[in-house]
């Protein structure tokens, strides 16, 4: 059965409002966390290998991106040491797989 009625516009509003003033909840990880997540990830293959399997590199760089932005300085730095670790794994992997980065375009 589907509901077809409006949405309450009081909860509308109050949603709206949480948006504008930063107090919506959120299911993002901050950069500090994504970047806790890869540096894990570097000391395990396993979690290495899900990491990279996930398309997770994207974000990672974003989360360094982020960090930088924020004057992490430091933070940033662990995130770039973990994604050119992750991404040197990545390579490795890819030509095991002979899968090389030319072909693939």
Same mark, same amino acid.
């Given at each position: 059965?589907? +509901?077809?009625?409006?949405? %309450?516009? +009081?909860?509308?509003?109050?949603a709206l409002?949480? #948006?504008?003033?930063?107090?919506?909840?959120?299911?993002?990880?901050?950069? %500090?966390?994504?970047?806790?997540?890869?540096?894990?990830?570097?000391?395990? =293959?396993?979690?290495?290998?899900?990491? !990279?399997?996930? %398309?997770?590199?994207? &974000?990672?760089?974003?989360?360094?991106?982020? =960090? &930088?932005?924020?004057?992490?300085?430091t933070?940033? &730095?662990r995130? /770039?040491?973990? #994604?050119?670790? !992750? /991404?040197? #794994?990545?390579?490795? =992997?890819? +030509? #095991?797989?002979?899968?090389?980065?030319? &072909?693939?375009?």
């Amino acid at each position: 059965m589907s +509901d077809d009625s409006p949405p %309450n516009p +009081d909860a509308v509003r109050d949603a709206l409002r949480a #948006l504008a003033t930063g107090t919506a909840p959120t299911t993002t990880q901050t950069f %500090n966390e994504r970047i806790a997540d890869a540096t894990a990830a570097t000391e395990c =293959a396993v979690e290495a290998a899900t990491f !990279l399997r996930a %398309n997770r590199l994207s &974000e990672l760089a974003r989360a360094v991106a982020d =960090a &930088e932005s924020a004057g992490e300085t430091t933070t940033a &730095e662990r995130g /770039r040491r973990a #994604l050119e670790t !992750l /991404r040197r #794994l990545d390579s490795a =992997a890819a +030509d #095991l797989r002979g899968d090389h980065t030319e &072909e693939r375009w």
